[in-house]
């Protein structure tokens, strides 16, 4: 069966400090994978997705980037953190082509200070 | 903005079948309905998802009017750890474009001993 890691499962972290998180997906190839973000009491935005290795399509211009070094690897990254960066991070995975939900993990809440 | 309807809140008995009703009365031919639930603190979790027919799986059951401008998300036999917030979405299944999901806000299912 197919699972998703996500960590950390929290983070506080200074304003203009830089970010790393990580995710990873085991049981499956060749994934979508996706990062959104959800603010407190709101839905969720989709900040990036990627359908291949190093094939990263930026939904919203923001302080935050991304990266697909593996094939099962989803890493979001930013060099300076800002307030506004605080949130629920989600990374999400489905199968390439049509007909394919979402699975989500666990989250990572980050707290910029 | 979502393109889905739900009530924001709905009680349930343990044990009865609990009813969750969507209206979408702006899909198009090609969209998908699809539920999810989200738990506090975590990230969302995939039910179950149809286009035209009626779908059950382990989880639940969706009822699509003929029109499809309206769902029901049945759960069976309802427990508290069904307790969450459930979410309808309509969206396009292509490419990356499945990720876009729009979460709106949702119904908030209180599952009652």
């Known amino acids: 069966s197919q699972t998703i890691h996500q960590w950390p499962a929290t983070l506080v972290q200074p304003v203009g400090s830089p970010l790393s998180l990580e995710c990873t997906v085991e049981?499956?190839?060749?994934?979508?994978l996706y990062w959104y973000r959800q603010a407190a009491g709101r839905g969720l935005q989709l900040l990036f997705y990627s359908v291949g290795i190093g094939q990263i399509s930026s939904e919203v211009p923001q302080n935050l980037s991304a990266s697909r070094p593996q094939d099962r690897q989803f890493i979001l990254s930013s060099k300076k953190l800002l307030l506004s960066d605080s949130g629920f991070y989600l990374c999400?995975?489905?199968?390439?082509?049509?007909?394919?939900?979402?699975?989500f993990g666990n989250g990572t809440r980050l707290t910029v200070t | 903005d979502a393109k889905t309807t739900q009530p924001p809140s709905m009680d349930c008995a343990e044990g009865r079948a609990a009813n969750l009703p969507c209206n979408h009365s702006t899909i198009s031919g090609n969209e998908y309905v699809y539920w999810y639930r989200q738990i506090h603190s975590q990230g969302p979790q995939y039910i179950i998802h149809g286009l035209k027919n009626n779908e059950t799986n382990e989880m639940a059951s969706l009822i699509i009017t003929e029109d499809r401008k309206s769902s029901t998300l049945i759960l069976p036999h309802a427990t508290l750890r069904d307790t969450a917030v459930y979410y309808c979405i309509v969206n396009l299944d292509y490419g990356g474009s499945q990720g876009n999901l729009i979460f709106g806000k949702g119904t908030k299912l209180s599952v009652k001993p």
């Open positions: 049981g499956t190839s060749n994934p979508n």
């Open positions: 999400a995975w489905s199968y390439a082509g049509v007909n394919s939900p979402l699975h």
